[in-house]
């Protein structure tokens, strides 16, 4: 109890409505002390209260927030960023090859872009599809360089596949079991494709020939060569000069006759040349 007791007397500025009150002493000569710990205790409970304010309010975000990061942590676990890097590097490399190998081959480059339109996936998918990609464009990098397409040379198409007239004259037509590129005697003349040279020399109406053996039961002839600069059984890669543009055998001048035959059967080169 606060025993000592100061009086102290209210008036108005006439002096009339006195008015006298006691309050403690102690709370007189220590009233800035106790205005503190006023001020503290408010200061406290708004605190207080701010706090159950704050923890009813953020356990909703703090729950969804907790839901995202399992869910980020998941997907961390999930994705190996490693491996997915390599084969994402390992897309890029072929495209790049087989890019490279179509402009070698005069054929217009690949455009992989927006290929297929849009493909929705969940981001925890993102080693599987890496791979399958890597792996499907390895394989169609292999069936690009094994498969006869572009030209032998780049010289002026003179005769087509199939019917023609007889070009050394008498009238009449015959079958053309190629395409004809007319050029000047001694120019290279490549390999379509990646193989294996299954015939290199003289053969009858052709002249001097090759004929290379591919993958995917693909062969391709390459006749009235003036030069042949492969042996059977070689190894070629695509673009690889095999011989020399001529005029001999059955020939009414210089150029190469290229064949494609697929299985048993002789095919058109049209749809190789121009891709």
Known sequence: MLKHKTSVLFADTKGKGKKTIQIPTSILLHWKKYL???????LGFGLVIA??????????????????????????????IEKAKQSFESINQSMDRINRFMEDRGLTPLDFENAGG??????TDINEIAELYAEDIQKMESLIKNTPIGKPHEGEQTSH?????????GGG?????????????????????????????????????????HKNDFKTLYGHLSEINVKEGQKVKSGEIIGKLGSTGRST??????EIIRGDEKINPQEYLNL
């Open 253 to 258: 001048g210089p150029h190469v006759h290229y």
């Open 161 to 169: 596949f199939g019917v023609r007239h007889n070009p050394f004259g």
């Open 173 to 213: 037509f015959e079958g053309h079991k190629g395409v004809d590129l007319r050029g000047e005697i001694g120019e290279p003349i490549r390999s379509t494709a990646g193989g294996t040279v299954e015939f290199a020399g003289r053969k009858g109406g052709y002249g001097n020939c090759v004929v290379i053996r």
């Open 51 to 80: 706090f159950f304010i704050y923890e009813n309010t953020s356990n909703y975000y703090t729950t969804i927030y907790k839901e995202k990061l399992a869910r980020a942590n998941q997907i961390k676990n999930a994705i190996d």
């Open 118 to 123: 849009p493909v929705e996936f969940e981001v």
């Open 36 to 42: 503190l710990i006023a001020a503290t205790v408010f």
